[in-house]
C-alpha cells in the first residue's frame, strides 16, 4: 500500500464528500421531495454491501425504482420499475450522491471499484476479491470505461488494474472522465437492461 492511499487518499475522499454535499444540497433537496412524491415517501434506497476486506456497510442511493410486484408477489423487472424522475436521476447520476455520507463515514471512496451486491462474495475468484483490498468508490476504472455496458469479466479486470496502479494522478483522471460521462450520460444502462445483469459466477 502506498503513502497515499495509506494516509492522503482518506483526507482527499472526506474534504472533497463535505464540499460536494454542501454545493449540492439544493439538487438533493429537490431530489429528496420529487423522489417522496414518486416512491410514497421513500426517497432513499439502503441495502447492504461489502466494503474495505469486504466488511459489509449499508449504501446509501436515491431510489429510482418503485416495488411494484407482479400478481405472484415478485418486483416486475427493473425496466417497469423505474419512474419517470427515477430515469432523470440516474441520467444525470444523480443517484450517487447520498453515497457522499458513505465517504464521510469512511465505508467508501470517491474512487475505487464499485460495492456489488453480498451475494456475489462467495462467486468471485481469488483474483477478483481483490478488488476488496481498497475502499470502494463512487466512480472508478470500470465506471469510465464502460460502465454497465461492461461484461462481468471486463469489469473485474478493470477492477483490480486500479488496486494495483491507484495514485493521485489516477483518481484524478477518473474524476475527470467521470464528469465528462456524466454529461455526455455514457454507460449508464447495459445494452440489454436499464442495470446490469446479475453476475452469475465464473462459470
Known amino acids: 500500500m502506498s503513502i497515499y492511499t495509506r494516509y492522503f487518499k482518506r483526507l482527499i475522499d ?3 464528500a463535505l464540499a460536494i454535499l454542501v ?3 439544493p439538487l438533493l433537496l429537490v431530489s429528496i421531495l420529487l423522489l417522496s412524491v414518486a416512491n410514497a415517501g421513500k426517497p432513499f434506497f439502503v441495502q447492504q454491501r461489502p466494503g474495505l476486506n469486504g466488511r459489509i456497510f449499508k449504501i446509501i442511493k436515491f431510489k429510482t425504482m418503485n416495488d411494484k410486484k407482479d400478481k405472484s408477489g ?5 425496466s417497469k420499475r423505474l419512474t419517470k424522475i427515477g430515469f432523470w436521476i440516474r441520467k444525470l447520476s444523480i443517484d450517487e450522491l447520498p453515497q457522499m455520507i458513505n465517504v464521510l463515514k469512511g465505508d467508501m471512496s470517491l474512487v475505487g471499484p464499485r460495492p456489488l451486491l453480498v451475494d456475489y462474495l462467495e ?4 483474483e477478483q476479491n481483490r478488488r476488496h483490498d481498497l475502499r470502494p468508490g ?4 470500470a465506471q469510465v470505461n464502460g460502465r454497465n455496458t461492461l461484461d462481468w469479466k471486463t469489469k473485474f479486470e478493470y477492477d483490480v488494474w486500479y488496486i494495483d496502479n491507484c495514485t ?3 483518481d484524478l ?3 475527470v472522465l467521470t464528469v465528462v460521462k456524466v454529461f455526455k450520460s455514457e454507460g449508464v444502462s447495459s445494452n440489454e437492461s436499464v442495470t446490469m445483469e446479475r453476475f452469475l459466477g465464473n462459470n
Do not use: M, N, Q
Not at 74 to 78: I, K, S
Not at 138 to 141: D, K, L, R, V
Open 14 to 16: 472526506f474534504l472533497g
Open 23 to 25: 454545493l449540492a444540497s
Open 74 to 78: 415478485l418486483l416486475l423487472p427493473d
Open 123 to 126: 462467486l468471485y475468484s481469488e
Open 138 to 141: 463512487i466512480t472508478g476504472w
Open 168 to 170: 493521485f494522478r489516477v
Open 173 to 175: 483522471k477518473i474524476l
